[in-house]
C-alpha cells in the first residue's frame, strides 16, 4: 500500500486555466510534507515545505494547503513554463527524516 | 553555489561490472541519501546516512553499497551490475531531520 498517492497522474490545462494536484498520504505521526517541481533529464527542485494543518505557501502561481490527511497544490493562471512533473514527499515517525515520495503527476500547460 | 554535485551524468556497464557513483555537497549538511528513479516507481531510497561514520538502509538497498568518510562525499557503489539497476541515481543532502532535501542532477545508469 502507497503511503503517499498523487492525483491525477497526469493533467493537461491550456494556458490560464486553474487547477490543483493533490498528495494524499496515510502515515501517521506527519513531521513534514514537501512539494518538488522536476524537469525533464533535472532532480527534483525543491517548492514549498508544509508542517501542520491549515498551513499555506505561496509562490508565484502556485499555493500549497495542508491538512489532516491530504496536501494540495493550487496553479493559477497556468503558464507553458510550469509544465513540469510536480513531486509530493513526506517524513513522518518512522521515517527516520528521510522522505518517501509519491509517484508525482505530469503537468502539460498548452498555449 | 555548487549544492549538491553528482559525476558521471551518465554511464553504461557491462552486467557484473563494478563502478561508484560520486555525490558531493558544499552545504555541510549532515544528512545524505541515494534515491533511484524509474518509470511508474517514483522515488526509492536506496541507502542514507546521518552524518560521517553513519549509514544505514534505505528501501531497496541490495546490490549497493555505501560509505560516509567526510561530510561533504557520500559515494555509492555497485558491486556486481545487474540489468535490474538501470535507473537514474539521484543523491540529495539536508540540513536537519524534517527539512527539505536538496538533489543533484542524477546520474543515468545503463547496465546492458
Known amino acids: 500500500e502507497d503511503q503517499v498517492t498523487q492525483s491525477p497522474e497526469a493533467l493537461r490545462l491550456q494556458e490560464g486555466e486553474s487547477s490543483s494536484l493533490n498528495c494524499s498520504y496515510t502515515v501517521s505521526g506527519l513531521r513534514g510534507l514537501f512539494w518538488y517541481r522536476q524537469d525533464p533529464g533535472k532532480g527534483p527542485e525543491f517548492l514549498f515545505t508544509l508542517y501542520s494543518a491549515g498551513e499555506e505557501k505561496e509562490k508565484e502561481r502556485l499555493k500549497a494547503t495542508l491538512t489532516k490527511k491530504e496536501s494540495f497544490l493550487h496553479i493559477t493562471a497556468p503558464k507553458p513554463e510550469d509544465s513540469a512533473t510536480y513531486l509530493c514527499?513526506?517524513?513522518?515517525?518512522?521515517?527516520?527524516?528521510?522522505?518517501?515520495f509519491g509517484k508525482g503527476t505530469k503537468l502539460s500547460v498548452k498555449p | 553555489n555548487a549544492g549538491v554535485t553528482q559525476t558521471p551524468k551518465f554511464q553504461v556497464l557491462k552486467t557484473g561490472q563494478s563502478m561508484t557513483l560520486q555525490c558531493a555537497q558544499d552545504?555541510?549538511?549532515?544528512?545524505m541519501s541515494w534515491y533511484r528513479q524509474d518509470p511508474g516507481m517514483g522515488l526509492r531510497l536506496i541507502h542514507y546516512?546521518?552524518?560521517?561514520?553513519?549509514?544505514d538502509q534505505g528501501e531497496v538497498p541490495n546490490g549497493y553499497n555505501v560509505s560516509r568518510s567526510t561530510t561533504e562525499d557520500f559515494p555509492l557503489r555497485l558491486l556486481s551490475a545487474a540489468p535490474s539497476q538501470t535507473s537514474v541515481y539521484f543523491c540529495a543532502s539536508k540540513r536537519a531531520r524534517n527539512t527539505e532535501a536538496f538533489f543533484g542532477q542524477g546520474t543515468r545508469l545503463t547496465v546492458v
Open positions: 514527499a513526506v517524513t513522518y515517525g518512522g521515517s527516520q527524516g528521510n522522505l518517501i
Open positions: 546516512s546521518v552524518g560521517a561514520g553513519i549509514t
Open positions: 552545504m555541510n549538511h549532515e544528512y
